[in-house]
């Protein structure tokens, strides 16, 4: 028998790329088991494909969502949070959700957490927090007048809503020179740009949207394509500083997944 029978499994899409693992989804998951000792830290990703390259690489092992909660029961644990460490309440947090609810009757408790963008206030949050970072060091880094670029994912799942969202929230709070784009979505890199005209904007810093800096971030942001986020914009004359760094690896964004853990260990005591 284990020597706690409560659990936290900590969900990510996951990335194989890994220094920037350990820096973002293993930098949570060591809070989580610093914030909450009373609880069991596991792990498990939702991208298949990820997970068969890290065993196929690297000899690491993943589990998938429903392999680490059979785990989880043979184990003996009771009590179980599921963390999702996505932004959005997208295809792939209704993947975990949906698997995890599964469960619910094999367990004496089982939560599933919030993903980073969820209610109203986590907005306001984000944007703290986006100012508290990437704001901050484009300003100190690239002068008063540069702007910033977030790079998001983009999905076709309605949740893509989240982008324009988080782009209004960031214009209402007076942030005129900050921009939110996507890879697979809208706003596409054509809509931003267009957007950004007419500001006297020269100096972009742009940086990914995502919880880790894995191959979107290296290729489809800041790779030598010519479609890559970096030269779409330097071919409009701006000149563009890239930072690879997941939201995952800031201090600000790690403590909003704390706070989604610490919501979701307080349900499964009123269970």
Do not use: C
């Amino acid at each position: 028998m284990p020597s706690t029978s409560k659990a936290i499994l900590v969900v990510s899409f996951g990335t194989s790329y890994n220094d920037n693992r350990e820096k973002t989804i293993g930098a949570i998951e060591r809070l989580a088991a610093e914030r909450f000792p009373d609880w069991e830290v596991r792990r498990a990703f939702t991208s298949k494909m990820i997970i068969k390259k890290l065993k196929t690489r690297d000899g690491e092992h993943v589990d998938y969502v429903d392999e680490a909660l059979d785990r989880l029961l043979a184990d003996g644990y009771k009590e179980v949070v599921v963390q999702p460490t996505h932004v959005m309440n997208g295809i792939e947090y209704e993947f975990v959700r949906d698997i995890s609810m599964g469960y619910s009757d094999r367990f004496d408790s089982l939560v599933v957490g919030k993903p980073l963008l969820t209610s109203p206030e986590d907005y306001d949050v984000v944007v703290e927090a986006l100012s508290k970072t990437v704001i901050k060091k484009a300003k100190t880094d690239l002068g008063p007048d540069s702007a910033v670029v977030l790079m998001g994912h983009g999905t076709e799942h309605y949740s893509n809503a989240t982008y324009s969202q988080l782009q209004l929230k960031l214009l209402l709070a007076g942030y005129e020179d900050v921009f939110v784009t996507t890879v697979e979505g809208f706003p596409d890199f054509e809509d931003t740009i267009s957007l950004m005209e007419g500001h006297g904007i020269k100096d972009v810093l742009v940086t990914p949207f995502m919880l880790v800096a894995g191959d979107h971030a290296n290729t489809d942001m800041a790779g030598d394509d010519d479609d890559s986020l970096k030269n779409v914009l330097s071919s409009k004359g701006y000149h563009v500083t890239t930072l690879i760094m997941g939201l995952g690896e800031w201090k600000e964004f790690q403590e909003m997944f704390m706070s989604h853990i610490g919501d979701a260990v307080s349900e499964t005591e009123k269970e």
